[in-house]
């Protein structure tokens, strides 16, 4: 990634800690929040998915830090990260497809241009360093127009 070599802290990664049933309830979790907001507010709502870095970067392994209950490092194998991040994927586009909203997944638009270059901070490495923000919004500008244009938001 342009002859740049960095170290990693403990990665954001595809809910390292969490076994498919926890995923599964807070997928489940997430669904009920949107259905309730669409509710409430009477919202048009498209679903982009923003992959965490280790997805992103694949690593053979890496570590990551478990906020709850304590805030232990441990380590997670690569093809287990890609794993949980492919079924989540799945799971999301599942769940807007029944709930009858758009789902966009930007992982593979991000991993192209993550294979070749950092597209998160030095110092924030979870976050999109400018590059990063310029790719992803040229990845969700045209899903967004495209989504609200179809979903036809009264002016």
Known sequence: REDECRKFPPMQSAAAGLDKNEIDNALNLTKNS???FRNKYNAKICLIYIPS???LYSPNSFSY?????SKEV??????ANKKKSEYIRSKFSS????????????????????????????????HFNS?????????????INGCFNKLKIPN
């Open 34 to 36: 949107i259905i309730n």
């Open 53 to 55: 870095p280790a997805t």
């Open 65 to 69: 830090k478990n906020y709850f209950p």
């Open 74 to 79: 441990s380590n997670v194998a690569g093809h």
């Open 95 to 126: 769940i807007s497809n029944e709930i009858g909203i758009e789902f966009f997944d930007s992982t593979e638009y991000l991993k192209k241009f993550a294979d070749n270059k950092f597209i998160h901070g030095k110092l924030d490495k979870k």
């Open 131 to 143: 590059d990063g923000y310029k790719i992803l919004s040229q990845f969700i500008t045209p899903k």
